[in-house]
């Protein structure tokens, strides 16, 4: 079993829609943990932080479920823009290893 | 926000030549770095972690004798992939770890790498 897993997809939806991608990880010691964008071609991009009480940024939402031991990322209101690949990282206890998952395509189609 | 520079951004070389690729955070000090290979359409494949004064540590199956990971300072990592061959042509990506921003990761720009 892998470290961190996620749904690979990929997720289409259409404009307008509410998309929501979780990811789970083995590792009850794991201390932060970051939801990543990915372009076609391109690095990376930290979309944001995930927090134990849930956070929010415009569109995106963010929570952690240590009990569960997975995180969420929901998307309301997609838009064209919104297509990429999303990956989680998460980070071991004590700055320890940082593992990402292997990501969740999304594509929103008009 | 914290930036992580890499160079070069594209590379070609002849088959059998070595190649250098930077990995610099330009403001924060990163004691942990990280390189990864991404081929097409697959997800990030972490090769090795890299910690400022020590030596790397490899993922399994990744030769360090081939891809040589160098962390000298607390700014700077480097990955020379010696002796290319077509095969390892791909997109090289290296990450810092910045230990005052609660352990955000931020990502170099890539280097893509074509052997010929």
């Known amino acids: 079993r892998k470290e961190v897993e996620q749904d690979p997809g990929p997720f289409n939806v259409p404009e307008g829609a509410t998309v929501a991608f979780n990811c789970t990880y083995s590792?009850?010691?794991?201390?932060?943990f970051f939801w990543y964008r990915q372009d076609c071609r391109k690095e990376p991009k930290l979309l944001m932080s995930?927090?134990?009480s849930g956070n929010e940024d415009g569109r995106f939402t963010a929570q952690l479920n240590r009990a569960s031991q997975y995180i969420s990322l929901l998307i309301r209101d997609s838009k064209l823009s919104d297509s990429a690949t999303y990956l989680c990282?998460?980070?071991?206890?004590?700055?320890?290893?940082?593992?990402f998952g292997d990501g969740t395509t999304l594509t929103v189609k008009p | 926000g914290a930036v992580v520079s890499q160079h070069p951004s594209r590379v070609i070389c002849k088959s059998g030549t070595s190649v250098k690729i930077e990995c610099r955070s330009l403001d924060f000090q990163a004691t942990t770095m990280f390189w990864y290979r991404q081929f097409p359409k697959q997800s990030l494949m972490l090769m090795a972690t890299s910690n400022e004064g020590s030596k790397a540590t490899y993922e399994q199956g990744v030769e360090k004798d081939k891809f040589l990971i160098n962390h000298a300072s607390l700014t700077l990592s480097t990955l020379t992939v010696t002796s290319a061959h077509p095969e390892d042509s791909s997109f090289y990506i290296c990450?810092?770890?910045?230990?005052?921003?609660?352990?955000?990761?931020?990502f170099g720009e890539g280097s893509w790498l074509t052997v010929v």
């Open positions: 590792n009850s010691a794991s201390q932060s």
């Open positions: 995930v927090y134990s």
């Open positions: 990450s810092a770890r910045d230990g005052k921003s609660g352990n955000t990761i931020y």
């Open positions: 990282v998460v980070n071991g206890f004590n700055a320890g290893k940082s593992t």
